[in-house]
């Protein structure tokens, strides 16, 4: 069993009871998040690009306990700020009690809000709790998708904001390459120039055999 929550714009925590996972917590400064840094424990950190509204809280939460893993630049950038860190890159995978995560390619940007470089921006494939998901972090849209859907994806998180990612039309494409049980919308509604429609969204995705999910923030999915 995994337990997900949605904690706004890119963030979402993950656990199979014994693993605490997040992803992009862009807590403190999000007019949309659903939990503060002292509300949120996570065992692993995993940031999928610099920008800051995504590496977000990563040093606070890693001085809770948890471990910053991402590119190089990132994970140095973050040990130099006091958290503790696993520096990777692109297509590397690394394991761990109950799971293992592999560092996939994106369409982005990737620096962090001094000027200093992130390295190549990312999304993620996790399993945890007998599942795999995907993050595709901020992204457009690209034909190797069709690739990572073939390790089996019972869930993806795409973003449908456009303007900086891929917009909805295009997350419906991506969903076509990737062919995952379910998808749950993310980077949208939390600026003016990502305003989006997630319900609309999800409605969209189930129309093409997906099960869609527009989580509000603080929505949970429970995947048995």
């Known amino acids: 069993m995994l337990e ?23 807590l403190t400064g999000n007019p949309l998040a659903a939990a503060s840094v002292a509300e949120v424990q996570a065992d692993l950190i995993l940031i999928t690009h610099a920008h800051g509204d995504h590496f977000g809280d990563a040093v606070a939460l890693s001085k809770k306990g948890g471990v910053v893993v991402s590119t190089f630049e990132i994970a140095t950038y973050a040990e130099k700020h ?3 860190s696993i520096p990777m890159n692109i297509g590397g995978t690394y394991r761990f009690e109950g799971g293992w995560l592999k560092w996939t390619p994106a369409w982005h940007s990737s620096s962090f809000p001094d000027g200093t470089y ?3 921006p990312m999304g993620v494939i996790l399993e945890l709790g007998g599942k795999r998901i ?8 690209f034909s190797d998708m069709r ?23 295009d ?9 995952p049980k379910k998808v749950v919308p993310i980077h949208y509604n939390t600026f003016p120039p990502i305003r989006q429609d997630g319900e609309a969204f999800a409605q969209k995705a ?4 997906v099960e869609g999910h527009a989580l509000k923030p603080g929505g949970v999915l429970v995947l048995e």
Do not use: C, N, Q
Request: aromatic share 8%; net charge negative.
């Open 134 to 141: 995907y993050h595709a972090g901020d992204t457009a849209l």
């Open 118 to 120: 992130g390295g190549m």
């Open 171 to 179: 997350a419906l494409k991506a969903l076509d390459l990737l062919k």
């Open 147 to 169: 690739l990572l859907g073939e390790v089996g994806l019972d869930l993806a998180f795409l973003p449908i904001g456009d303007h900086f990612t891929m917009g909805p039309e």
């Open 4 to 26: 997900i929550r949605y904690l706004g714009h890119s963030a979402v925590w993950l656990s199979d009871g014994k693993t605490k996972v997040i992803i992009d917590p862009f």
């Open 206 to 209: 189930r129309e093409r055999g």
């Open 82 to 84: 006091g958290a503790k």
